[in-house]
Antibody
């Protein structure tokens, strides 16, 4: 079945780095736009970044521009999020999400999430 | 503060109908499709409605979506205790070049 499995979360000090991974299975990964969405503790959903199938289009929320980098390896069916210069406000659950077909801009499949905690 | 505005909470009795509103502007809801997500306590968000009013396979027809101008509405009929969850609207904002979500609405089934 269609599945997304995130990994790479953890506890990191402010200013530190983490690399999140999202392993996809059950569908043709290279045919879909992929995104990262996060949720701070007790808060709502916040879209972070999205990447087109061929890497030709990338968008980021302003608060992570210059610090986070999204990438993908279609041969490995894996999405990545490199997070540098982490701040306390980056703390939360990070979800990998698949965009609906034909650039629908909704998220029809979500991973279980990986927890990122930025704290000294 | 979210770009899309939702009421923080709504409540209704089992079996009744409830609506959740999502208000935006011309750069988002006014010119883009709207999606709705359900997040049951302690779980991952799930797509309920896409392209304003379409339901993914497996979503019961108790859930419906509509859009008018710069606002969208999620309707839920025949409320069940299992519908207690947080509900989020989401869309693309062409000015921000971002996906934007509403702040979420907590549904309580009394």
């Amino acid at each position: 079945q269609v599945q997304l499995v995130e990994s790479g979360g953890g506890v990191v000090q402010p200013g530190g780095s983490l690399r999140l991974s999202c392993a996809a299975s059950g569908f043709t990964f290279g045919s879909y736009v992929m995104h990262w969405v996060r949720q701070a503790p007790g808060k709502g959903l916040e879209w972070v970044t999205g990447l087109w199938q061929d890497g030709s289009h990338i968008h980021y929320i302003d608060s992570v521009k210059g610090r986070f980098t999204i990438s993908r390896d279609n041969s490995k069916n894996t999405l990545y999020l490199q997070m540098n210069s982490l701040r306390a406000e980056d703390t939360g659950v990070y979800y990998c999400a698949r965009e609906g077909e034909l650039h629908r801009l909704d998220f029809d499949t979500w991973g279980q999430g990986t927890v990122v905690t930025v704290s000294s | 503060q979210s770009v899309l505005t939702q009421p923080p909470s709504v409540s209704a009795a089992p079996g009744q109908r409830v609506t959740i509103s999502c208000s935006g502007g011309s750069s988002n809801i006014g010119n883009q499709y709207v999606a709705w997500y359900q997040q049951l306590p302690g779980t991952v968000p799930k797509l309920l409605i896409y392209q304003n009013d379409k339901r993914p396979s497996g979503i019961p027809d108790r859930f419906s979506g509509s859009k008018s101008g710069t606002s969208a509405t999620l309707g839920i009929t025949g409320l069940q205790t299992g519908d207690e969850a947080d509900y989020y609207c989401g869309t693309w904002d062409s000015s921000l070049s971002n996906v934007v979500f509403g702040g979420g609405t907590k549904l309580t089934v009394l």
